[in-house]
């Protein structure tokens, strides 16, 4: 990574002793250069090429923006620390001649250095504020300084253990799981943890906290890519627990430029629409914003698939959309001891 950052100075070191306005090439991150590719099953960028010039005056505030961010990027890396992406915002916002209107333009330069170098920006010790959790038999062992070479199970914690910068760049050791449950909500999370869920279904739980953080699809990735687990997964039935599900299975077009964060093979178990009819369970109307999503995801390329068609179609019919919490109708123990059995054939 550090190789990757001292290159892009050395050119436009190069660029500046030739006498020449200095200036970067990347691929287009315009929404007409990013298109759905059902073999890698994700979306990706196309081939349409950009270059930032520092002779355009447009491009000078991004260009520079850029540079500072590769400065600062490299210094994560040399020193060993990491920083969130709020903090890179306030850090730039220190010096007087980096300035940015809001943190969406500061991440947005991030994503462009993501592209430019071809590099995730957690290569670069650049993570968002955690939210997401993991619990179960998985042992793994520390990268990050002062904790290297130490281990730990992830059954140690029984809130689980926050996805932030150590378990992501961790090294997984071992684990007895034979399948991944990945669930949208801290609640339903911590009834699962609280059921021993983990035991009854031979499962790693993961907890997205809404829609799913890179970091954590990356680790989704690395225990079905590296142990062949299959990956289960469970939200709201509504359209933006259904889009959850599949930015983990199909990625996002904002990171179609990045490779490692889908699992394609994943299963969005419920909840379905049929659900709601089959466990006559507790609804709310669908708003006029949820109508307009789900019409938008039957357009989607991802949800072409006979489930994802056939479920949109039932929650239009219905009219309806229902929580993870209206299994409690039944008793708090109802989704561990009957819905989850049934969705997984244990």
């Given amino acids: 990574?550090?190789?990757?950052?001292?290159?892009?100075?050395?050119?436009?070191?190069?660029?500046?002793?030739?006498?020449?306005?200095?200036?970067?090439?990347?691929?287009?991150?315009?929404?007409?250069?990013?298109?759905?590719?059902?073999?890698?099953?994700?979306?990706?960028?196309?081939?349409?090429?950009?270059?930032?010039?520092?002779?355009?005056?447009?491009?000078?505030?991004?260009?520079?923006?850029?540079?500072?961010?590769?400065?600062?990027?490299?210094?994560?890396?040399?020193?060993?620390?990491?920083?969130?992406?709020?903090?890179?915002?306030?850090?730039?916002?220190?010096?007087?001649?980096i300035e940015y209107n809001n943190q969406q333009e500061s991440d947005n330069i991030i994503t462009d250095m993501e592209v430019a170098l071809n590099r995730a920006r957690e290569d670069f010790h650049i993570f968002p504020e955690e939210r997401s959790a993991i619990f179960g038999d998985l042992t793994i062992e520390y990268t990050v300084p002062g904790y290297e070479g130490r281990r730990t199970n992830l059954t140690d914690h029984p809130d689980g253990v926050m996805i932030g910068p150590a378990v992501t760049s961790s090294e997984f050791v071992e684990t007895s799981a034979d399948k991944v449950l990945v669930v949208e909500k801290g609640a339903m999370f911590t009834r699962l943890v609280e059921e021993r869920a983990h035991d009854k279904f031979n499962a790693i739980l993961i907890h997205t906290a809404g829609q799913s953080p890179r970091a954590t699809r990356g680790i989704i990735n690395r225990l079905n890519q590296d142990y062949d687990l299959p990956v289960y997964i469970f939200t709201d039935g509504d359209p933006w627990g259904i889009h959850i599900a599949m930015v983990i299975i199909s990625g996002s077009a904002n990171a179609a430029h990045l490779r490692g964060l889908t699992t394609p093979d994943a299963e969005w178990i419920g909840v379905w629409g049929t659900d709601i009819i089959d466990y006559k369970l507790p609804t709310e109307p669908l708003t006029e914003f949820d109508h307009k999503r789900l019409r938008e995801l039957k357009n989607d390329p991802r949800y072409t698939g006979d489930i994802w068609q056939r479920e949109l179609d039932v929650f239009l019919k219905l009219e309806q959309k229902a929580e993870l919490e209206a299994f409690s109708r039944y008793g708090l123990t109802y989704i561990v001891d009957e819905y989850l059995p049934a969705k997984l054939g244990s």
């Fill in 1 to 97: 990574m550090e190789q990757s950052l001292t290159g892009l100075g050395n050119l436009i070191y190069e660029q500046i002793t030739n006498h020449e306005f200095p200036w970067i090439h990347m691929q287009s991150r315009s929404t007409d250069n990013i298109m759905y590719d059902p073999e890698e099953r994700q979306y990706v960028l196309g081939p349409r090429m950009i270059r930032r010039h520092s002779r355009n005056i447009r491009h000078i505030r991004p260009f520079t923006q850029l540079v500072w961010t590769a400065w600062f990027a490299k210094e994560l890396v040399m020193h060993r620390k990491t920083s969130t992406l709020r903090e890179v915002y306030y850090s730039a916002r220190g010096h007087r001649d």
